[in-house]
C-alpha cells in the first residue's frame, strides 16, 4: 500500500548534483514494495524531467525537505549565490500582475479574445482591483475593452477611481490610438499606457510619445500564429509579431506585453516558444500575457527570465482560485523559491 507523502519536495545540496541541479519537485507517484520502495518525482520548471529516490533518503532529511523551500541556503559549494547562467549575485524577481478587463464597467474576462465568449467575475472592478493591492499585487493590468473594439471611452469613470485608490503602479490599454487620448490617460494617474493597434498603423506615434513620456509607454503584441493582430484582435495582420518587437528596440519603450491569442482565457499554459522568440527579438524587457492556468505555467517562465521576460500578465486563474496571488508572488518574487537555470531534459536515478 502506498506511504502517504506530501506533493512539494525540495532536494538539498547534497541531492543537487543527482538531481541535475533541479530543486523542486511534484511527487508523481511510489513503485516497488517494503524496502525496495522509490518514489518518482517530477522537475516543476521542466516537465519531464524525472527522477526515482529511494523512500529511505527522501524521508533523509540532509537530501530532502517537504515542501517547496526558498533558495537561501540551498546552492553548493561554489555556486553562485542565485545559480543564474550569467553569474550573477542576485535573482531577477518575475512580477506577477494581476488583470481586470473591463467592459460595460464590468469586470469580465473573454476567451481567446471572442466578445461573444463573455464571463463576468465582478460588477465592482474597484474592490476588485483593491483586493490586488491587499494581496500584494506590485503592479496592476487594466484593459479596455470597450475601448480596443470602439475606440470609444466607456470605462474612462472606473479607471479614474481605480488610479485614484490605488498606491501601486496601474498600466491600462486599449482603444489608445492617438497622442492625445494616450496623455489625456496619464494624466489621470496611470503609470503606463499600453499601445497595440496604433503601434503598427502609426509606430511614429509610439515613438513620439515613448521620447515624450520615458518609461511610460508599453507596446502591446497581440499575436495570432505569429502574426499581429489588431482592434481588439478582430482583425489579423501580415506583419511577424517578432519584427514588429524588433522596430522598436530603440524607441526607448518601457516593456512589450507579448499575447498569445491562442491560448488567451483558456488556462492551457503559456506558449513559451512564442515567448522566447519575442523576448529574442529584442532587448526590450517583455510581460508574458495569455494561458496561465497554474502556479506551475508562472514557474515555467523562469526558463525564459534570463532572456528579458521580467513579468506575468494573470487573469481567469486568478479569479478562479486556480492561481493563488500571494503564492504565486513567492514562488517568482525578490525571494523566489525557484531559479531560472534550466539543464537539459532527462531521466535519471537519485
Known amino acids: ?46 516537465k519531464g524531467f524525472r527522477v526515482l529516490v529511494p523512500l529511505a533518503e527522501l524521508r533523509d532529511r540532509r537530501l530532502w525537505l ?19 547562467q550569467d553569474g550573477s549575485s542576485q535573482a531577477i524577481p518575475m512580477q506577477i500582475i494581476p488583470a481586470i478587463d473591463l467592459l460595460g464597467g ?27 493591492q491587499r494581496q500584494g499585487a506590485q503592479r496592476l493590468h487594466l484593459v479596455d475593452l ?27 490599454g486599449g482603444g489608445v490610438r492617438s497622442l492625445e487620448r494616450a496623455e489625456e490617460l496619464l494624466a489621470c494617474g496611470l503609470d503606463r499606457v499600453i499601445l497595440g493597434t496604433v503601434a503598427i498603423e502609426q509606430p511614429e506615434l ?15 503584441i497581440d499575436a495570432k500564429d505569429g502574426l499581429v493582430a489588431t482592434r481588439g484582435w478582430i482583425e489579423t495582420s501580415t506583419v511577424q509579431a517578432t519584427e514588429l518587437a524588433k522596430s522598436f528596440e530603440d524607441a526607448g519603450v518601457a516593456a512589450i506585453i507579448s499575447t498569445d491569442i491562442a491560448t488567451d482565457g483558456t488556462l492551457a499554459g503559456p506558449n513559451l516558444a512564442a515567448l522566447r522568440a519575442m523576448a529574442e527579438a529584442s532587448r526590450i524587457p517583455v510581460i508574458a500575457s495569455g494561458g496561465i492556468g497554474s502556479l506551475e ?20 486563474a486568478l479569479y478562479d482560485g486556480a492561481v493563488d496571488l500571494a ?23 537519485v
Open 1 to 46: 500500500m502506498p506511504v502517504r507523502l506530501g506533493n512539494a519536495w525540495t532536494a538539498q545540496p547534497p541531492a543537487l548534483d543527482a538531481t541535475g541541479g533541479y530543486r523542486h519537485f511534484q511527487l508523481l507517484g511510489q513503485r516497488g514494495r517494503g524496502g525496495e520502495r522509490t518514489v518518482e518525482l517530477e522537475a516543476v520548471l521542466e
Open 146 to 172: 470597450d475601448g480596443a473594439k470602439t475606440g470609444q471611452p466607456v470605462n474612462d469613470a472606473v479607471v479614474k477611481a481605480i488610479t485614484a485608490a490605488l498606491t501601486i503602479p496601474v498600466q491600462l
Open 297 to 316: 505555467d508562472i514557474l515555467s517562465l523562469l526558463s525564459i527570465a534570463p532572456l528579458g521576460v521580467e513579468g506575468v500578465i494573470v487573469g481567469r
Open 66 to 84: 517537504p515542501g517547496w523551500q526558498r533558495l537561501a541556503g540551498l546552492e553548493p559549494e561554489g555556486a553562485p549565490a542565485t545559480g543564474l
Open 327 to 349: 503564492e504565486a508572488i513567492a514562488a517568482v518574487g525578490p525571494e523566489r523559491l525557484q531559479d531560472a537555470v534550466i539543464p537539459p531534459s532527462g531521466s535519471i536515478t
Open 106 to 132: 464590468q469586470c469580465v474576462r473573454l476567451h481567446q479574445g471572442d466578445y461573444g465568449q463573455v464571463t463576468r467575475f465582478s460588477d465592482d472592478p474597484l474592490a476588485q482591483a483593491l483586493d490586488w
Open 206 to 220: 509610439v515613438r513620439q510619445l515613448a521620447s515624450r513620456h520615458p518609461g511610460r509607454i508599453v507596446v502591446g
